[in-house]
């Protein structure tokens, strides 16, 4: 199982390419940014609790981010933990993820959810009931703007374009691997099965090694080869058991979680997790 790191890249906290560069230089195998558009002020409770972090109003541009940290290393894999696709253009979203795929050369996994808060989404003009048919459908234009095709075409509810030319195209053939961050149950597993490459679960949220067995089933009953399934745990409890009882599992990574903090205390939560490495 490999071990990777979940951080948070804002104005308060390290920049990112450093961030990036110190992970690679202790050995992690991949490091994910999340990102929120903004924080509406009556954005309620979250997922993690009854008040949502302040940090939230204070996150860069995810792909901006990434970009700095694919410029400054050469091995790490980059993620998106999480990338709200709903609240984007699909056109320009393909865009931005192939060019972090080229400058990267093909090192960026795409980790995706629906989002929750439903004010950010309305401030985006996005449906909340419609976020998830919306995200299925901007994956499947995204899928043809990456297409090895000279000239591409696609027509949906959210988004159409005639035939296009769209450049540069992903390293990794027809995109990077597909992450869908969303709590478990019969549409998650629906929606892995139907159009992503895995799930991203995090964990303190979801019933993780209980609902393998039933995501198993559904991306097999949808044809899809069993052993292609990829499985990101997001936010792991790093003790030695619990990343044990992962990897008995079939969890093929984790993303350990860093303090959203100054350098100093980013550092020592990487260093931290450095010594799980060498077990």
């Not at 919306?134 to 297409?147: F, G, K, P, V």
């Not at 949906?156 to 995109?175: C, N």
């Not at 745990?233 to 979680?257: H, I, K, T, W, Y």
Request: charged share 20%.
């Amino acid at each position: 199982m490999d071990i990777g790191l979940l951080a948070f890249p804002s104005d308060i906290t390290m920049h990112p390419a450093e961030l990036a560069r110190e992970a690679e230089d202790r050995g992690f195998e991949s490091i994910f940014y999340p990102e929120h558009s903004h924080l509406p002020v009556d954005s309620g409770p979250w997922p993690g609790g009854p008040v949502i972090p302040d940090h939230y109003a204070h996150g860069l541009d995810l792909f901006a981010a990434l970009g700095a940290a694919a410029a400054v290393t050469s091995r790490i894999k980059l993620g998106s933990g999480i990338c709200l696709v709903p609240q984007h253009d699909a056109i320009w979203l393909a865009r931005q993820v192939a060019t972090i795929d080229h400058l990267s050369n093909g090192r960026f996994v795409f980790g995706i959810g629906f989002g929750w808060n439903k004010p950010e989404l309305a401030n985006h003009g996005v449906v909340f009931a419609d976020r998830r048919d919306m995200t299925s459908e901007h994956i499947a234009a995204m899928r043809a703007l990456w297409a090895p095709d000279e000239i591409v075409s696609f027509e949906g509810r959210w988004t159409s374009f005639g035939p296009s030319r769209a450049f540069p195209k992903p390293v990794q053939p027809g995109g990077p691997p597909i992450l869908i961050a969303a709590g478990a149950g019969p549409k998650l597993r629906a929606a892995v099965a139907d159009y992503a490459d895995g799930w991203g679960p995090i964990q303190g949220r979801n019933e993780i090694v209980p609902e393998l067995p039933a995501l198993r089933e559904a991306w097999a009953a949808a044809g899809r080869d069993p052993a292609a399934l990829q499985i990101t745990v997001f936010g792991a409890d790093p003790s030695p058991a619990n990343l044990e009882a992962l990897e008995a599992a079939g969890v093929q990574r984790v993303g350990l979680g860093l303090p959203v903090a100054g350098r100093d205390k980013m550092l020592a939560g990487m260093d931290r997790h450095a010594a799980l490495l060498s077990r």
